[in-house]
């Protein structure tokens, strides 16, 4: 196949960001519950507030609630979540999505990789049958998005169709770690210093492990944990996969590969500046008081991105 | 000798043998039991096998009922992995079903497949003729061979198009011919599908299945390969390719996802290895038609199309068409663009045009048919209607353009409620049916969950029509998985089998 049809890469995109927003979802969700375990006989106002931060970093219009207890928020964050049909960005809705998507676009798809992500389906659509526990199925579920992603990294070919999947992978990526720094950063760096150093120090490992980057902060900033150097990690590191900058430098990379007749396109000039924020202006973000806006105006230049890949090749 | 490629800290090599343990020694624990009414393809009257099933019957039967239905159930899990579906409509809207497959394998030798093939290339010969004829000089017409007025008040048949000769005058390239057989073993022709015929996608996904799961059962036996249908069918694609176009730009249309289809032309798509591509994906500027891409627009130069003729192109067709492209006949009829199977190809597989084949085959080819073909009474004469009035218990009654088991009576297994029903219909307009008598349909020994017993079972081989007209060795097996019933269709229940086509005709 040689030039792909529009909406098939619009398909592929999305089911990328789908597939990438439940990973994202399932650990977190995961990463939620061992903090509850740990933390909740310490703090559990700061149990509450990790289970609030879904809310934030998946805004759904309809899971506005606010909550005081642990137990009130873990059950409404598993369920909404989880198998929430009504959110919109619960891992059931994101992983139905990627299925639809990967239905209309399967020619672009190999075996492996459409069995896979059916096979995710059936475990969730097991669950709202009510025939799985959600703390077991959320272990099923994540393992089998596991599976989606080797089975894509190892079976698909590297062409166009790769290049719009992995773009809609890494810009969600990048959005939703954007998301989470701007909501647990500042709270973090406000806490007051008698803070109660172990649950401050679960609560940054939480976030790191929300973003799949603890081991790889352990390797590279040791044991040494603040919220600062948590946010400098997961937005400047240009190795862990996790970080703004490696997404930004994928992005950037995948632009190149599709970009048309050697002209900068619009979305390539915007992921290339952004691109160059990160690398030139580490000090300078890092530094100022308002990280939340920081984080925030990335963000809104990441909704930026994906409006001009929109615009310029799923509407031609 | 140690395996060098083997990690020496994980040790151990794991075998085919320890994932898929051989079955111990056969025990006879599965009955077969033969048809009571009509032909048994596999049995005889003493529950014995036919020759060709011998050995495909002593490997089944050497299996115990638990390791058959561990087989089957790795089996439901693959159809259900695979998403091997297809939409069902009304009802709960968009519901995505199994197909039901049952792994006995459907057997045909390859003298009986030879003579089959062709009569099948034979009547597909005709039938092309006969469309070439119907939307040229009408020569079958005006020799009173099929009524003019019958063969040109057909809803498919597209007075637009008179005067359109497709690129080597062929309308349809893609051909599926329902069979059965009757009481005496003899194939018989029950409809032919000259539009889009579908299923090709679940004879391939069968013989895939079927030796994943049981593979043992093909040991004995020389199979012809069914695989290669994909690069068949694009050869003939690219044959039919507007002239001049050297490497021509192949697409499959389908009307979407929500077609009852959709998962057959994503594979046949993906199998060919060019784009699946919907109404909106295309645009038509001077005639030429084009598909949107990432890099702009690209010409398109062949659409294997999966949408009716209805909505092709709303601009001859039905105006209120979303499914189909603006201006896509005019740039067919241009010859810059081939549409494969051809607009118009339907009127050729209309049920009131199928009482005419065999004079149709003798007046094209100066030939008897080959192949044989059920009684038919047309409504639209006023002695049949009447008799087929007076007969509806006994008769199978079904709407000249319906299809899928819709519209149908079947009158012996039906209620007096439900003939009554269907009488009112029929008063109404009853040139709008045929009638043809039941036939008493063969079985084959299927696998019903506890035990083997026989269902009715009809074919569907695929035939296509490039530089010359080939019959994939095999085809699409129906099977009625309700006892008793003579309804075979996927919509309304039925399942599928694999069909083997022996290379040899070697008795096992």
Known sequence: MSAMLSRSAENIYWMGRYLERAANLCRSLFVAEQLTVEIRGLAPEQAVDFWSGFQHVFPDSTTTEAFTDVDEARMF?????????????????????????????????????????????LHLDAGLRGEERPDTLLGQVQEAVFGIGGATSRTLIRDEAWTFLDLGVMLERVYRVLLLLRHHIPLLIRTPSDVDIPVH????????????????????????????????????????????????????TDLLEIERDGVLTESARLVGRMVSQIRYEEQELLGRHDFAAVCGGLATEVAHIHESLTRLYFTV | MADRFLNPICGTDVGIADICPPVGLPVMTLAWKAAEKGYDEALVENDAARGLYRSAIDTLGGLDDDEVRRRERLQQVSLVNQGITFTVYGGEEGAERIFPFDFVPRIIGSDEWASLEAGLIQRVTALNLFLEDVYGDQRCLRAGVVPFDLALSRSDFRRELVGTRPRHGIFTHIAGIDLLRDEQGGFLVLEDNCRCPSGVSYVLENRNLLSRVFPEIFAKYGVRPVDLYPQMLLDVLKFAAPRGRERPSVAVLTPGLSNSAYFEHSFLAREMGVPLVEGRDLIVENDQVSMRTTRGRQRVDVLYRRVDDEFIDPVVFNSTSLLGVPGLIHAWRAGNVTIANAPGAGVADDKSIYPYMPDIVKFFLDEDPLLGQVHTWIGRRPDEAKYIREHLSELVVKLTDGAGGYGMLVGPSATREEIARFAEAFDADPGAYIAQPLVEFSSHPTWMGDEFAPRRVDMRPFVLYGESIRVLPGGLTRVAMEEGSYVVNSSQGGGSKDTWVLAEELVP
């Open chain 1, 77 to 121: 964050g598993l369920h909404s979540y989880l198998l929430g049909t009504n959110n919109t960005l619960s891992v059931v809705s994101s992983i139905h999505n990627a299925r639809e998507n990967a239905r209309v676009i399967r020619e672009y798809l190999t075996r492996e990789v459409f069995e896979q992500i059916n096979e995710c389906w």
């Open chain 1, 201 to 252: 120090h679960a609560v940054l490992r939480a976030v790191l492990r929300s973003a799949g980057s603890l081991e790889n902060y352990r390797r590279v900033q040791g044991v040494e944990l603040t919220p600062q150097s948590v946010a400098g990690f997961l937005m400047f590191n240009t190795q862990t996969p996790h970080s703004v900058a490696f997404g930004a430098a994928h992005m950037q």
